[in-house]
């Protein structure tokens, strides 16, 4: 079914709610399954902000679930999902070349690089950097859209990653615990962003920081915290001649980071400049630890 017949869905689910749980003054008492899984989807929680769950809801959420589920896209689209103050960007979504509903998929999510701009929907193909992926491993990719006003080491950027996987987990089938977060440059250093806000208590089982350096978040008056830094596996990949991000202050980083214990792999390809053009000589090994990994077991590398 189209993403446009998946929201209509959603769509009449809303309607159907709206008429219902009023209070005698004619105000919404509480927020019904319809009308709270339809903002989910939307991510636009901000607009029942306040309001409580109505009652013995949750059978009708896990209705709504799989019915979500078995409607939704069977292959590649893109979706317009919203900030919590109803900001719209662009979702893109990868799924495997032979989708089936009835199995289970670990989930990554890309985060693109290049956000300096005004775009908002930069995520709409950017999963495609990690498409090639699916040659080893089955795997859905999803990527948001980041920009100059939502990176990703902000609290903007920071509930776009949060929401895509919150997104991909209604209407798709993913596997507990094989969640993982991967990006490229920009996206690279919002991995160890993320790593360093939430590492176990956060979604994903471990990272891919690709051309990135996470060494610069403090400049970018984000802090960095060793301990959550510590509990989830990060692999790090740069190329010998970047120069954006040169590898001796790369190699420098990850030394600090092996110091006090964070379970990072280092890999340098020294002849390739920023970026990830040499991908297809990583897709085995970024699908091996997609098997490897689980947020089950926060030391396996």
């Not at 199995?103 to 090639?132: N, V």
């Not at 798709?172 to 790593?195: E, H, Q, R």
Request: proline share 5%.
């Amino acid at each position: 079914m189209a993403v446009a017949a998946l929201m209509a869905l959603a769509a009449m689910f809303l309607a159907s709610c709206e008429s219902g749980h009023k209070s005698t003054d004619g105000k919404s008492a509480c927020v019904g399954a319809d009308t709270l899984f339809y903002h989910r989807l939307r991510g636009d929680l901000y607009k029942i902000a306040g309001k409580e769950r109505c009652p013995n809801q949750l059978n009708r959420l896990t209705e709504l679930t799989d019915s979500a589920r078995l409607t939704s896209p069977d292959t590649a689209h893109s979706v317009t999902v919203s900030d919590s103050d109803g900001t719209p960007y662009a979702l893109g979504i990868g799924l495997p070349y032979h989708f089936d509903r009835n199995r289970s998929y670990p989930l990554i999510i890309y985060l693109h690089g290049g956000i300096g701009t005004d775009i908002s929907t930069k995520g709409e193909r950017a999963w495609e950097m990690l498409g090639g992926l699916r040659d080893s491993i089955d795997v859905i990719i999803a990527s948001p859209s980041g920009n100059r006003f939502a990176q990703w080491w902000t609290p903007r950027g920071m509930g776009r990653i949060i929401h895509a996987v919150r997104y991909v987990n209604t209407v798709y089938n993913i596997v507990p615990g094989k969640i993982f977060l991967a990006g490229v440059s920009d996206g690279a250093t919002g991995c160890y962003a993320f790593a360093s806000a939430a590492g176990g208590d956060g979604p994903f089982a471990g990272f891919f920081a690709v051309s990135g350096f996470g060494g610069m978040l403090p400049r970018l008056g984000v802090r960095l915290s060793i301990d959550n830094l510590r509990k989830r596996p990060i692999y790090n990949v740069n190329g010998g001649k970047d120069r954006l991000y040169p590898i001796e202050a790369v190699n420098g980083f990850i030394e600090y980071l092996r110091g006090e214990g964070v379970p990072v792999t280092n890999r340098t390809y020294p002849d390739e400049e920023h970026g990830f053009d040499y991908r297809e000589r990583e897709y085995s090994e970024l699908a091996e630890r997609i098997r490897g990994w689980s947020s089950r077991d926060s030391t396996s590398r």
